[in-house]
């Protein structure tokens, strides 16, 4: 727990430190290289940005109306509800890759600006809870992106943020180096929630819904502490496979 407190510290101080930055100095795009001085892509890029049109309301599926697939109608997944922005295409797969491994701060911020202008006509959840890393991961890592996401949400739409809610009680394999058939069974029984009262309404937050094994079993836990009305919130989305 207290390594987690450093690692949140750091992260703060951190961000911090960018956000100056980044005030005083305009920072190249991150995809062409001109100068940008509101966010780390250029407004020219930011058109070019693969994103998702209509989609399945319930699993954020890409689908050419706004009714809900056919995938969900024989098998819903747990969350009454998922957004996401983009297509998981380049180049939305490298930024999130940088994002993710190299704790670029300004890459979380730019894409919740990006998710903010989609999500601020919705009806919005009491609470954003970020997925979380197993604490092993966690210090390895030395950062969870989910976290940085959730806190630029939260902080863009005044909705409280907490990551000590969902936690991981079992050290999984990283979904990405497994075959899709065995993520399944790696994410089971793998998240713990905290006994206390938790609003009705929340969002998951987490970077990329790619099988949405990992989302529905934090929603699964989620629902079992008596949570009625639970989001998925994530930046890009992959294809189903089938
Ligand atoms: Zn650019
Ligand atoms: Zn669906």
């Not at 998240?191 to 529905?216: E, Q, R, W, Y």
Request: with cysteine.
């Amino acid at each position: 727990m207290l390594r987690n407190s450093l690692s949140i510290c750091r992260h703060k101080i951190m961000h911090q430190l960018l956000q100056l930055y980044s005030n005083l100095m305009p920072s190249p795009c991150l995809l062409c290289g001109v100068a940008s001085s509101h966010s780390c892509l250029c407004d020219d890029c930011i058109k070019t940005l693969p994103k998702l049109g209509q989609t399945c309301p319930r699993c954020a599926h890409p689908l050419n109306h706004n009714a809900i697939c056919g995938q969900c109608l024989s098998q819903a997944p747990e969350q009454d509800a998922s957004f996401s922005l983009y297509h998981y295409l380049p180049p939305i797969d490298r930024l999130i890759a940088d994002m993710k491994y190299y704790d670029n701060i300004l890459l979380s911020k730019f894409f919740a600006q990006q998710m903010v202008v989609q999500l601020k006509d919705r009806p919005l959840p009491e609470l954003l809870i970020p997925i979380p890393l197993h604490p092993r991961r966690l210090r390895q890592r030395g950062y969870n992106q989910s976290w940085a996401l959730a806190q630029y949400l939260s902080k863009l739409l005044i909705i409280p943020t907490r990551h000590d809610i969902l936690s991981r009680t079992r050290d999984t394999v990283a979904q990405t180096s497994l075959a899709y058939s065995q993520r399944k069974q790696n994410i089971k029984h793998s998240f713990s929630v905290k006994p206390i009262t938790i609003p009705s309404h929340i969002a998951l937050i987490d970077d990329v819904l790619t099988t949405g094994h990992t989302a529905n079993v934090a929603a699964k836990a989620l629902r079992k502490a008596g949570i009625q009305h639970i989001e998925l919130w994530t930046i890009a989305r992959t294809m189903r496979h089938h």
